[in-house]
């Protein structure tokens, strides 16, 4: 477990940021004075593997061998051997909440979201304003629940103007992957 060198920290910055805006300083900043979490979290490679966790935890972890510790912390994403940084479906409860564009989906939007489809605009209950065409979006149905991300087809403006059945945001990684990549979605 290391710390990520300037250009790993740049590549996985760049793509937080597309989804969690100017609020991605919220997951890096220090904690303030008389808050409720007081501890620092920090990113660590292990692997190709990034995880977010507390440092106090990432300080007890380089007591183990590389070779024996396979994760600590939240997954965030890895990289890819060419050297772009994939989020992973596990980072959903971090993004969410630092979200800048945002997706509601209607009740008959959900399924077919949890079964890997992209967003239809018959879906779509509302719709964050002023979204910018390409950029990173956390879907939610009604109740506020994080269901997935994705990029944005089109923008706000462009959106009202298409029919039901055309492409909003096309997904990226839903909940449902849990069930549908359980073999496959932790190994090494």
Not at 6 to 27: H, P
Not at 83 to 91: A, D, E, H, I, P
Request: charged share 20%; net charge positive.
């Amino acid at each position: 477990m290391r710390a990520l060198d300037e250009t790993e920290t740049r590549t996985m910055f760049t793509k937080l940021a597309s989804y969690t805006g100017a609020s991605l300083s919220n997951l890096i900043a220090p904690p303030a004075e008389g808050s409720a979490t007081t501890e620092r979290m920090v990113f660590r490679l292990v692997k190709d593997r990034v995880f977010y966790l507390p440092e106090r935890i990432a300080n007890f972890a380089t007591s183990i061998p590389r070779d024996s510790l396979l994760t600590a912390g939240t997954m965030i994403g890895k990289f890819t051997k060419t050297g772009k940084f994939r989020l992973n479906m596990s980072s959903l409860s971090i993004i969410a909440p630092h979200a800048r564009v945002k997706c509601w989906v209607k009740s008959n939007g959900e399924m077919p979201i949890l079964y890997g489809s992209n967003v239809l605009k018959a879906h779509v209950a509302r719709w964050s304003e002023d979204a910018p065409e390409h950029s990173g979006c956390v879907i939610f149905n009604q109740n506020d629940t994080p269901l997935g991300f994705g990029v944005t087809a089109r923008s706000t403006a462009e959106m009202r103007k298409l029919e039901p059945t055309a492409i909003v945001v096309f997904a990226q990684a839903d909940v449902g992957m849990y069930l549908r990549d359980e073999d496959t979605l932790f190994t090494t």
